[in-house]
């Protein structure tokens, strides 16, 4: 089965730039999204098909997949951004199963 | 507004059958795909299922393969999940999905429903 890995925490100072890293065999010729995860919430999406934002969602947040990493890159971080994140794939490879990777926790300084 | 409510959640013993439901509102349910995602206690995110417009494409994670049965009836805007055989390993918040297609992203998500397994 397919695995993707991020680093389980990143820490940046408010103003900075995070950048949050999913790692995966040949990910950039997948499709990769990107959700937030605030404590006692849903998931949200912030990044689609790699490097797209749903509406509502800061140009702050950005990313893109190339080689076997994709990023999430979180300009003029701001203390709401602390949550986690959690990059997401489909595994053609397994009957098209989704994968998530673990989940990064961002900790704004 | 799209709103997504899950239900049917509860605490069950090992071995037994549960029933969630998801209704959807705020949008055109049968021209979206509809997903379960899990999250154990403390833990990350686990796709465990998803379901096409039409039902005619479903899919599951092998950890549920076997055990649970995703449907859908479009007349009811309602999403379910048929959960048999429960493990243990099963407790987790349950969420609902929207996706553009079978295989795209999950946007929006429902709020959860917890999903306890023990004796």
């Known amino acids: 089965s397919y695995v993707l890995t991020q680093p389980p925490s990143v820490s940046v100072a408010p103003g900075q730039t995070a950048r949050i890293t999913c790692g995966g065999n040949n990910i950039g010729s997948k499709s990769v999204h990107w959700y937030q995860q605030k404590p006692g919430q849903a998931p949200v999406l912030v990044v689609y098909?790699?490097?797209d934002r749903p509406s509502g969602i800061p140009e702050r947040f950005s990313g893109s997949n190339s080689g076997n990493t994709a990023t999430l890159t979180i300009s003029r971080v701001e203390a709401g951004d602390e949550a986690d994140y959690y990059c997401q794939v489909w595994d053609s490879s397994s009957d098209h199963q989704g994968v998530f990777g673990g989940g990064t926790k961002l900790t704004v300084l | 507004e799209v709103q997504l409510v899950e239900s049917g959640g509860g605490l069950v013993q090992p071995g037994r059958s549960l029933r969630l439901s998801c209704a959807a509102s705020?949008?055109?349910?049968?021209?979206?795909?509809m997903h379960w995602v899990r999250q154990a206690p403390g833990k990350g995110l686990e796709w465990v299922s998803g379901i096409s417009w039409n039902s005619g494409s479903i899919g599951y994670a092998d950890s549920v393969k076997g055990r649970f049965t995703i449907s859908r009836d479009n007349a009811k805007n309602s999403l379910y999940l048929q959960m048999n055989s429960l493990r243990a390993e099963d407790t987790a918040l349950y969420y609902c999905?929207?996706?553009?297609?079978?295989?795209?992203?999950?946007?929006?998500w429902g709020q959860g429903t917890l999903v306890t397994v023990s004796s």
């Open positions: 999905a929207k996706s553009w297609m079978v295989r795209g992203w999950f946007d929006p």
């Open positions: 098909d790699d490097s």
């Open positions: 705020g949008f055109t349910f049968d021209d979206y795909a």
